[in-house]
């Protein structure tokens, strides 16, 4: 069954307004990872999150994850036209299996950024 | 600049063809990954490899084979086993051998029946 499922499916905002973005998952985690995806290209990794940090920052990102309620957000501030693309969350299958723990993307929540 | 070429980047396929996509990195990356994305859809795990010469089946493996004679290469062989081949393929690799790192993906082939 699949591990991460965002939420909404789709956003649209105005330019200069914050969009959050939200991923629940079903089973422990060592890390959850959040993706970008512009229109007929390929994924690009945003930030990584591990199970024991609870908030991280990358320019206009903020990552929050609450392992208690097995959710992460994703929240980009001042959003810009050219944010406008898909976004996927990924977790590992498991916090006991290591190394071999595989990804497993969600269905990614489509963000358009009016100008 | 490092990072994972696809090509092509359209591919028409005809009824019982096999067509291979191309995949090569130069980031020294020792895994590889081939995920299928159909519309509206997440991505799902067709094969990957931690390893030269080693190879694992992903979630979809069925109509697909791969092989991983060299470390900057994975290339995806869709068979005519695959009855529904019309997708969106994506490449990756991350560093090291572990599967839970972040990964860095090509920019896609996009795949068709005639």
């Known amino acids: 069954s699949q591990q991460g499922e965002e939420d909404p499916q789709a956003l649209s905002i105005q330019e200069g307004e914050n969009a959050t973005m939200n991923c629940s998952y079903k089973t422990s985690i060592n890390n959850l990872q959040w993706y970008r995806q512009n229109s007929g290209r390929g994924l690009v990794h945003l930030i990584l999150i591990r199970s024991n940090e609870r908030e991280k920052h990358s320019g206009r990102l903020r990552v929050t994850l609450d392992t208690s309620k097995k959710s992460s957000s994703l929240l980009i501030t001042a959003s810009r036209a050219a944010d406008t693309a898909s976004y996927f969350c990924a977790t590992d299958a498991g916090l006991y299996t290591g190394a071999n723990s595989k990804l497993t993307f969600g269905k990614g929540i489509t963000l358009s950024v009016r100008p | 600049d490092g990072g994972i070429t696809q090509s092509p980047k359209y591919l028409f396929r005809k009824e019982g063809q096999n067509v291979t996509l191309s995949c090569e990195q130069n980031l020294n990356h020792d895994a590889m990954y081939w995920y299928r994305q159909d519309p509206g859809q997440g991505l799902r795990l067709i094969y990957y490899?931690?390893?030269?010469?080693?190879?694992q089946k992903g979630d979809i493996a069925e109509g697909y084979s791969v092989s991983r004679e060299k470390k900057e290469s994975f290339p995806l062989t869709v068979t005519s086993a695959q009855k529904n081949p019309t997708a969106f393929y994506l490449c990756a690799s991350s560093k090291g051998s572990t599967l839970n790192q972040p990964q860095h993906f090509g920019d896609g082939t996009r795949l068709s029946i005639l």
């Open positions: 490899s931690q390893i030269v010469n080693d190879f």
